[in-house]
């Protein structure tokens, strides 16, 4: 080779690790399941080993015997079995010599490899987005991009979404129907209020839910009791995406509702030795839970969503919240009002939520509209910047508090959730007991 010839790259696959692993699979079931839990068809180099595998796949899940003459009659009922090589190499494959127990390593090489040749095709097709864009389709392209790696890099993939038979969905309806009422708990994400999981059963995958309330009526801490509720006591991972408070600050509510020690003591340095003992018992265990907080000066949804995407590929999140809604802007995109671009944003929230398949917590605001009622009490009507925020969302819960508007109410202490909207179920009301000196929501009942 000349010395200014530039070296070729080295092809993006392993045809050997590729036949190790097909042939561990036509020896043994045990191979087949670790390596159904790594590959997909789809993940294969040759097209050949893609047909063998999904064949091998077939027979596994109708729990017939894997070898050598199944396989080939399974390829033959598909008219397949000469795409696949032939039964000669069907018999080539089962009877090289093996890899020993090293399937699982193979697997993950194929696995890895299948990666970087998706991920060059994206970046390829991003080259082409970029070479034929404007400036007016920046934000598009820059969402596609986006979605694109993640797509290819991401290992657990469930591939192009199926159809359904409806036959297929009642079978599923019914089974879904009696576990729900042979369950003994929560089908959802618990929120942290019995009243309220009573009501909607917690917090279900694909949902938005929006939280709201006018100016210091405590959106902020009720946005975090879910999260404390799903990270502290169930060990679950979740997100917070915070435009309001410094983590810092975050972390004082946290502290301040887990040990019980008054939040403005801690703020102001007069913390008693009480205090300095509540907080030393419960610091240990808060510190382990699987939360994660973002109070970068992101001000995009652009921005929100591809950091939503990374923590969800890094962490497995099973729960996000955005506080909040109304410090967001779009993007680079440009809106005719404001009342478009929240439309836009809640509608891409509710997509995100679907996704990346975790329920979605959003905190907004709410206009004057209570203060103009004799009762004060909010409706969604008063939901800033966006009616479509009302129609994006799967659940709107308003939070009123009586005594924020007159100190000497004789339900001082207590809070509403108003359930506005329920996608699956009437509107409702929840009473809750609003601990500020802790920031806290809590039962009625834990008093």
């Not at 200014?4 to 079931?29: F, I, N, W």
């Not at 890094?314 to 919240?321: A, D, M, N, T």
């Not at 605001?365 to 994006?392: C, H």
């Not at 659940?395 to 007159?406: G, K, M, N, Q």
Request: with cysteine; proline share 4%.
């Amino acid at each position: 080779m000349a010395a200014d010839e530039p070296e070729q790259a080295p092809p993006v696959h392993h045809l050997d690790a590729e036949k190790a692993v097909l042939r561990a699979m036509l020896r043994t079931d045990r191979a087949i399941a670790d390596i159904v839990e790594v590959l997909h068809s789809d993940d294969f180099c040759r097209s050949a080993h893609a047909l063998i595998h999904t064949a091998i796949l077939d027979l596994y899940g109708r729990e017939e015997s894997v070898d050598v003459l199944n396989v080939a009659a399974t390829l033959t009922k598909e008219d397949l079995l000469e795409q696949a090589g032939g039964e000669s190499y069907l018999r080539t494959l089962a009877h090289a010599p093996d890899c020993g127990t090293a399937w699982l390593k193979e697997a993950e090489q194929v696995q890895a490899l299948a990666v970087l040749r998706r991920t060059k095709d994206a970046t390829v097709h991003i080259e082409n987005l970029i070479a034929e864009g404007t400036a007016d389709d920046v934000d598009r392209i820059v969402d596609t991009a986006q979605a694109e790696i993640f797509a290819a890099t991401l290992r657990d993939r469930t591939g192009i979404p199926p159809y359904y038979v409806l036959g297929d969905v009642m079978e599923e309806t019914l089974d879904t129907t009696e576990v729900a009422a042979s369950r003994k708990s929560l089908p959802g994400i618990p929120t942290g209020f019995l009243e309220l999981d009573e009501l909607a059963n917690g917090l279900f995958p694909g949902q938005l839910i929006v939280i709201a309330g006018r100016p210091a009526m405590g959106k902020s801490i009720l946005a975090t009791d879910p999260l404390r509720s799903a990270s502290i006591k169930h060990n679950l991972p979740a997100c917070l995406f915070t435009l309001e408070d410094q983590r810092v600050d975050v972390g004082q509510r946290i502290l301040a509702a887990e040990s019980r020690v008054a939040l403005h003591r801690m703020r102001s340095g007069t913390m008693t030795d009480d205090d300095w003992a509540r907080l030393g018992r419960r610091v240990p265990d808060v510190s382990r839970v699987p939360l994660y907080i973002q109070d970068s000066g992101f001000t995009t949804f652009t921005e929100l969503r591809a950091q939503c995407r990374r923590l969800h590929a890094q962490h497995g999140s099973r729960l996000i919240v955005v506080d909040a809604l109304h410090l967001l802007t779009y993007g680079t995109r440009l809106f005719v009002s404001r009342y478009e671009e929240v439309s836009e944003i809640s509608r891409c929230l509710k997509l995100l939520a679907k996704e990346l398949h975790v329920p979605v917590i959003a905190v907004s605001e709410l206009n004057r509209g209570p203060e103009q009622r004799a009762d004060k009490r909010p409706m969604t009507s008063d939901l800033r910047d966006s009616g479509a925020l009302e129609d994006n969302a799967d659940v709107v819960i308003l939070l009123h508090r009586e005594d924020a508007y007159e100190r000497e109410s004789p339900r001082a202490g207590e809070a509403d959730l108003i359930v506005a909207k329920r996608r699956h179920g009437p509107p409702a009301t929840c009473t809750i007991a609003f601990q500020g000196h802790y920031a806290r929501f809590v039962d009625m009942v834990q008093l």
